[in-house]
């Protein structure tokens, strides 16, 4: 019988160990809208109804396609664009398009940060006042009308300032002196902090009305076809897949490494975090519907940044050890925000490392410093909440999910290198993928998602966005569709320069061939 042994170390980086890996895919999956999203989403979907919905999403496209990231990855060994090339030279558009939808998710997703160091600070003394709705919109923020403002925001500017500083140094240390260092601090304070923020929840008064809100099942709600959409959805979005960061943290692991595994792993701590997350959200809730005589289903902002800067400064400023609390949720916002911003500017990074062959130093100030400038000037003014809520609209809505289905389809019926991909994530793990994989990738996850992509373009198109002004959702909606569309073309168009090594042989042989896999011992590279 022969032995399969791994090709040589080819001078990439790994992450130290699989714990360090485990650790930066669950700080990437573990991020804002795990907190501030999936309990209004749950409340709003049937309570612990919902539960239902979202549980098989998670095992019928959540996992599915975040093994499909995985196996690119880490048999391809690159960030998006060179690993869809390897795989499929005609794909590599697609890689690209998924770039840039890190590109303008990391624009605006600073910006979130710098609110939280910003109320972090706030919360010792409640400088918000009584009025926290006033005084977020009006006094820290300024919003004024939809529109382009050179107005800048100093108190969003300097915060701002801080974040993508340190975001550089942390691309410039690299994947394991940076990143898994990051993630090896920050989620475990994470994790610690919000659990005590949790505990001191359940303790206040009216917190059980809030749970009853939030886990009292709705049985009507599974025969809504929306529930099923907006479960599908928060998994789908929750979870960091289709556009590129799993794809690049995979191709930094190592070749012999347990890939499903770690998927499972990662997959169902992600869920875990968002049930503790509902159970600290709505016992909060219920604690602000008992101070004001109200039930929960009466109180309004129960979801997204009205969440978290207006309701929640709201319930701190009402509660024994305000400054503590305080500091407690908006400190675990900035830790969950800068372990999934990194992890979107490492794919950013590695992608023009890889395209033009630069050191990875220069990748990471090149691409940070461009990504700061339009973060500032687009986000950081009089009018960046208006234009962070519609791109975030249209770049979640429309190119993740158009992201996703293009990836199944190519994969599954065009390249048709599923079973490839299938062999390799069983040759290096334990938990093995059996064929239905390949129907749940290549018909069921694309017809849903279809679904919910036509649903929601019919949706902006007849309705509008938030009753915005038509032309600024098309500048600042469908403008960023146009954009991701442009930006794959254009760096698909130029000629590569750096990696794009036509000798690069993928690891592990799989099929009947290979009779048995054993890789040679690889150091970090």
Request: net charge neutral; aromatic share 14%.
């Amino acid at each position: 019988m022969t032995t399969v042994q791994s090709p040589a170390p080819e001078g990439r980086e790994t992450w130290t160990s699989n714990r360090g890996f485990i650790l930066a895919a669950i700080g990437s999956a573990v991020g804002l809208g795990n907190i501030w999203r999936f309990p209004g989403v749950a409340y709003e979907g049937g309570g612990g109804a919902f539960l239902v919905p979202y549980l098989i999403a998670l095992v019928t496209a959540g996992i599915p396609i975040l093994f499909l990231d995985y196996a690119i990855g880490h048999r391809f060994r690159a960030a998006a664009p060179l690993a869809f090339r390897r795989m499929w030279r005609r794909a590599e558009a697609l890689g690209w398009f998924q770039t840039a939808i890190l590109f303008v998710i990391s624009t605006y997703y600073a910006v979130i940060i710098a609110w939280s160091l910003s109320y972090f600070y706030f919360s010792f003394g409640t400088k918000w006042g009584d009025d926290s709705k006033t005084f977020f919109l009006s006094e820290y923020l300024k919003v004024g009308d939809p529109g382009v403002s050179g107005e800048l925001v100093s108190g969003v500017a300097w915060p701002l300032i801080i974040v993508w500083v340190l975001i550089i140094v942390i691309l410039a240390l690299g994947v394991a002196k940076g990143v898994e260092k990051l993630n090896a601090v920050g989620l475990p304070l994470l994790v610690l902090g919000f659990t005590a923020l949790v505990i001191k929840a359940l303790t206040l008064p009216g917190a059980s009305d809030g749970l009853n809100a939030l886990f009292t099942p709705d049985w009507g709600a599974l025969s809504d076809l929306n529930v099923w959409i907006a479960a599908y959805s928060q998994i789908f979005f929750s979870m960091s897949i289709a556009f590129g960061i799993m794809i690049s943290y995979a191709s930094f692991q190592r070749r012999k490494a347990n890939m499903t595994s770690s998927g499972l792993v990662v997959g169902f701590a992600n869920s875990s975090f968002e049930i503790l997350a509902g159970i600290g959200v709505f016992s909060t809730l219920g604690f602000l519907a008992h101070e004001q005589g109200k039930s929960v289903g009466e109180l309004e902002g129960i979801t997204g940044p009205t969440l978290s800067f207006i309701t929640f400064p709201k319930v701190i400023s009402e509660m024994p050890g305000s400054a503590f609390f305080g500091a407690l949720f908006f400190g675990s916002l900035a830790i969950a925000g800068f372990t999934s911003l990194i992890s979107l500017m490492l794919g950013v990074s590695v992608a023009f490392q890889e395209k033009f062959g630069l050191s990875k130093e220069t990748a990471s100030v090149s691409v940070g410093v461009v990504t700061a400038i339009v973060s500032f000037g687009l986000f950081s003014t009089t009018t960046g909440l208006i234009a962070l809520d519609t791109v975030d609209q249209f770049a979640n809505n429309i190119g993740i999910v158009v992201s996703a289905i293009a990836m199944c389809v190519i994969v599954v019926w065009l390249a048709r290198t599923v079973e490839t991909l299938r062999g390799h994530l069983n040759a290096v793990s334990t938990f093995k993928v059996g064929r239905w994989w390949i129907p749940v990738i290549g018909l069921y996850a694309p017809v849903f998602l279809g679904i919910m992509l036509v649903q929601k373009v019919y949706d902006l198109i007849k309705n509008g966005y938030e009753g915005y002004p038509a032309w600024y959702v098309g500048v600042f909606g469908w403008g960023t569709v146009a954009l991701l569309v442009v930006f794959a073309a254009v760096f698909t168009a130029i000629r590569w320069n750096g990696r794009d090594d036509p000798g690069f042989t993928p690891w592990p042989p799989v099929g009947a061939d290979a009779e048995r896999v054993e890789p040679a011992k690889e150091g970090v590279r």
